[in-house]
């Protein structure tokens, strides 16, 4: 067996260079950025439950010391448990359930497949750029999630301070810049690429 048949073979990395490497460095850098985001969301889901946990906790018994506040408080769940139990807590009733399910289908894609494009070697640039749109379009939705529980967050760190409307307005915006940026400064070039490719499928 010769090295160059490990192409052919079930690793993830070859001998053989990847092809359009600079379109993936840029894809990879978007899905880390994006499972970023992801984390943090999942992360602030649970923090705004385990306040709601203890200010229920407290009002049943006001008397509780902050050791045993904390102690009364539920473990951490999964997030999709995390909004089950948002869902069924008081502070749900007011909270726009669907986006924050939305962002959590867009974490599970993004931490299960934002980097799923099959093997980098082999890879197709209409498969780059067909994958690339299904990250944004996750990001997008965790993006929206994510603006709706940070100003929870921002509310239970900063009870006197009013809402960041401004910031709130730009901030899906802003995640898709942060996100993208790299990969779609790439994106007019090889679209014309791929217009110009021989194997580019017909409409």
């Known amino acids: 067996m010769t090295s160059d048949t490990v192409a052919d073979m ?79 807590h008081p502070m749900g009733v007011t909270m726009d359930m669907n986006t924050l399910h939305k962002a959590r289908e867009a974490r ?19 498969t780059i750029l067909q994958h690339a749109v299904k990250l944004r379009t996750a990001v997008a939705d965790l993006a929206a999630g994510d603006n709706l529980i940070s100003q929870w967050v921002h509310g239970l760190e900063e009870p006197h301070a009013s809402l960041p409307t401004d910031w709130i307005a730009v901030y899906p915006d802003l995640v898709d810049r942060w996100v993208f940026t790299d990969l779609l400064a790439l994106l007019p070039e090889l679209a014309q690429e791929q217009t110009d490719s021989p194997d580019t499928p017909a409409d």
């Open 108 to 126: 599970n894609f993004i931490a299960h497949e934002g980097a799923s494009i099959g093997y980098i070697w082999s890879a197709r640039l209409e």
């Open 10 to 88: 079930g690793w993830s990395l070859s001998l053989f260079a990847p092809p359009h490497q600079e379109l993936l460095d840029a894809l990879f850098l978007a899905v880390g950025r994006a499972l970023h985001l992801a984390n943090a969301y999942e992360d602030k889901c649970q923090f705004v439950l385990r306040i709601g946990n203890m200010a229920t906790a407290s009002q049943a018994d006001p008397v509780l010391t902050l050791d045993e506040l904390i102690a009364a408080t539920p473990a951490d769940k999964m997030l999709g448990g995390t909004l089950h139990s948002l869902a069924n």
